[in-house]
Nanobody
């Protein structure tokens, strides 16, 4: 299973970006998908997560600004980021809890990360 993230870049404070992440490979079912971020010198933290039934969870720091969504048919998850702040600068990683076939356990898979830089 591979996860490919895209959509990062440089944006001014107050701007918007949309991150995309597509899972591919041997996939029977994807449960929760999510986005984490890691800024230099900090631990990786949860930004947002979404279940297969589209129940979402957002970190308090991004509520009201970020929206997570998914397309189950495309095995994809998205993160719409509005009103970006310099403190949102980080490498953003997508992940997915994947069952590879009906008898398999659920494993967590990670993308390589995409850099988001917000200038003040």
């Amino acid at each position: 299973v591979q996860l490919q993230a895209s959509g990062g870049g440089l944006v001014q404070a107050g701007g918007s970006l949309r991150l995309s992440c597509a899972a591919s490979g041997s996939i029977f079912k994807i449960n929760t998908m999510g986005w984490y971020r890691q800024a230099p010198g900090t631990q990786r933290e949860l930004v947002a997560a979404i279940t297969s039934g589209s129940v979402t969870k957002l970190a308090d720091s991004v509520k009201g600004r970020f929206t997570i969504s998914r397309d189950n048919a495309e095995n994809s998850v998205y993160l719409q980021m509005n009103s970006l702040k310099p403190e949102d600068t980080a490498v953003y990683y997508c992940n997915a809890d994947v069952q590879r076939d009906y008898s398999d356990y659920v494993g967590r898979y990670w993308g390589k990360g995409t850099l988001v830089t917000v200038s003040s």
